[in-house]
């Protein structure tokens, strides 16, 4: 553990490679303090808007703890799962905003896998992961569609992401969930109909509904780690983002085949999305419901950012936006919506876009004072 945080954290050539922590930290700090400037420019109280917002957020022990810890866990899983799905393509130089679309694929391929009736007999342990299987797959495909047109066709992944996105909300509630895939009217189910207990993400702590979702992403967390930094894949992969702004021309040189790499980097980001995506189904609605609140894949980017768009990173910050949107709720007790969270997620992101200005501040206010020391 002690390697993966120095590689995550320190650099080597970097005098201050503290900074790594110290600016992230300083960040949020700074958004914090914004936030409350705007709290109390409503008239309320910062400080117990904020006991509200952290003492229900599942990282402070309090009354309640267990079911708050749980749902942040729960939350923050699906947010890992598309900061990931974000920061993969980023690495290699690909602006994938993707994750949206993949997401909401997995999500309905989860609800069909999961009460298929030639699946749903089979016990868990054979059933679940071929549910799992399939998402991975789906999300995976759709991913793949933005990459090989990147890739052979030269179409920037952007424009390809936001159009897939669009097509598929569109395809799946404006069709699949009011058509083919509908409940039976005579079930009183709105949406689809519900999954296979066989299908049902087990339970890991009992008297919540926190379930395995949030160690199958401990497990991803260290997985897409070790591709990045003990793989000729993450090399090939990083090495292709540090030369993007030149059509990454010097990996092509060494003999990497970029459109390869491209296609498989986009195949990757989608499962991993879809796979979040199914953990809404498989643990928390157990359907695709009539109208899916979505938002999940572009709440990964701002993980991604406020990460670092490193795995270990986006553990921290996927774990912090779950914390937010878990004590959101309990911010309406003193009178602020409970969309403030919100607020702070988009200073985090804006503090975080202006790192080196911090960095900068920071390392010239050390030096000031380490100069009037010596003095």
Excluded: C
Excluded at 343 to 361: N, P, Q, T
């Amino acid at each position: 553990m002690k390697e993966v945080l120095y590689r995550i954290f320190v650099k080597r050539q970097e005098k201050y490679w503290w900074m790594n922590i110290l600016v992230p930290v300083v960040s949020i700090f700074i958004a914090l303090i914004v936030g409350a400037v705007f709290i109390a420019s409503t008239g309320r109280n910062p400080f117990l808007a904020y006991k509200y917002l952290f003492g229900s957020s599942g990282l402070i022990p309090g009354p309640y703890f267990k079911s708050h810890f749980s749902e942040m866990l729960i939350a923050s899983s699906m947010f890992i799962a598309t900061g990931l799905a974000f920061a993969i393509p980023a690495r290699a130089g690909l602006f994938s905003i993707g994750a949206e679309g993949q997401f909401i694929v997995g999500t309905i391929t989860a609800a069909f896998f999961g009460y298929y009736k030639p699946l749903a007999n089979l016990p868990t342990i054979i059933h679940l992961p071929i549910v799992l299987l399939m998402v991975i797959i789906a999300g995976g495909l759709w991913g793949l569609i933005a990459g090989y047109l990147k890739a052979k066709k030269g179409i920037n992944e952007t424009i390809v992401t936001i159009m897939l996105n669009w097509i598929a909300f569109h395809l799946i509630e404006g069709w699949l969930v009011t058509g083919p895939m509908k409940a039976d009217v005579a079930t009183g189910v709105s949406g689809t109909p519900y999954v296979s207990p066989t299908a049902k993400l087990p339970i890991i702590l009992s008297g919540t509904r926190l379930n395995i979702s949030i160690l199958i992403m401990l497990f991803l967390v260290y997985a897409v780690w070790f591709l990045l930094y003990r793989t000729v894949f993450g090399y090939e992969l990083r090495a292709m983002g540090y030369t993007a702004i030149t059509n990454m021309e010097a990996p092509k040189i060494g003999g990497v085949n970029t459109e390869k790499r491209i296609m498989q980097i986009m195949f990757i980001s989608g499962a991993i999305a879809a796979l979040g995506g199914s953990f809404i189904t498989l643990g928390v609605l157990f359907q695709y419901p009539p109208v899916f609140e979505g938002g999940y894949g572009f709440d990964g980017i701002a993980v991604a950012l406020i990460g670092g768009n490193e795995p270990f990173g986006i553990l921290l910050s996927g774990i912090l936006i779950g914390a937010l949107r878990t004590g959101a709720t309990s911010v309406q007790l003193v009178k602020i919506p409970k969309t403030f969270p919100a607020i702070i997620e988009g200073l985090i992101v804006v503090f975080i876009a202006l790192h080196e200005l911090i960095r900068y501040l920071l390392v010239k206010a050390i030096t000031k004072k380490k100069e009037g020391v010596s003095a």
